[in-house]
């Protein structure tokens, strides 16, 4: 008798153990997936915060103040403004105004703003980003961001038509882009190399080969579209403002594929180099 209460009280020790054991896992399961669950929410909610302050519903039926990028208070549309450049000292520059419907984002993950204009070309637009802080190490913060959290495939992904009212300098950048080291990764390097390729077809001359191959740019920005339609949108539907009065990047985009065939910071729109 004694041998049997004795493996009795074993067993039941056993069956607690494991009881308890069985507790325990089940908690830890259980708070597993209710960290799951709380970090899938905290992404969804980060998720609809980002597309609501991008992309905000009904954005003509009400004012967001913080669409406003570059003034406190409307542009003034005539003659001529004042330019922040290098955002240090203020030139005087010409513009161009818009009031008009234009593809525009507000970009809160970058603290900056984009819009697209058109040019001399419906193959091409410019698109203007610009932060929404004057100051000098405002771009250089800018394309930090955008290294580290964004693209422009995104920026694109985001505009969308709105009523704008804008002023963007007028400016001319030229220069040479060199395009060696790009050829070169993308596989064309025997050009580059002595009695690699032949060249008979072009001359009759031996030992040609290609030492650096540069593009000439040169790119004027200038108003090619009037204001002359609102798009169906009616003028009491309060217009956003884009203030480009201190420096900003610009993208020469290609308009069926979207990518930047070329790219720069406009510090000062009276200097045509390339930066």
């Known amino acids: ?18 009881t308890e054991a069985s507790t325990s896992t089940l908690d830890s399961s259980s708070t597993q997936i209710t960290d799951s669950i709380i970090e899938t929410l905290e992404r969804r909610k980060k998720s609809i915060v980002d597309f609501t302050f991008t992309s905000p519903p009904n954005f003509d039926e009400a004012v967001y103040r913080s669409f406003d990028i570059g003034s406190d208070s409307v542009p003034s549309f005539e003659g001529d403004k004042d330019f922040l450049a290098n955002g240090l000292r203020s030139i005087q520059v ?26 001399d070309s419906d193959r091409y637009y410019l ?23 964004s693209d422009l495939s995104d920026v694109y992904a985001a505009l969308r038509p709105r009523r704008v009212k804008a002023i963007v300098p007028s400016f001319t950048v030229k220069g040479h882009v060199i395009l060696t080291t790009d050829l070169q990764k993308l596989g064309i390097r025997d050009v580059f190399e002595p009695r690699q390729r032949d060249f008979t077809p072009m001359t009759p001359q031996t030992g040609v080969y290609v030492r650096s191959i540069e593009q000439a740019v040169s790119v004027a920005i200038r108003k090619y579209q009037p204001d002359e339609v609102k ?13 480009a009065t201190y420096p900003f990047l610009y993208f020469v985009m290609d308009a069926n594929i979207n990518v930047a065939l070329m790219a720069g910071k406009l510090m000062d729109p009276l200097n045509t180099r390339i930066l």
């Open 231 to 243: 798009q169906g949108f009616v003028t009491k539907r309060n217009p956003v403002v884009f203030s």
């Open 94 to 119: 010409s513009y161009m105004h818009y009031d008009t419907v234009l593809e525009y984002a507000f970009l809160p993950h970058l603290e900056a703003a984009a819009l697209r204009l058109p040019l």
């Open 1 to 18: 008798m004694l041998l049997t209460s004795t493996t009795t009280e074993d067993m039941s020790s056993a069956s607690t153990i494991t």
């Open 127 to 149: 698109l203007v980003v610009l932060p929404i802080r004057p100051g000098a190490g405002e771009l250089g913060r800018l394309l930090g961001r955008m290294a580290r959290e």
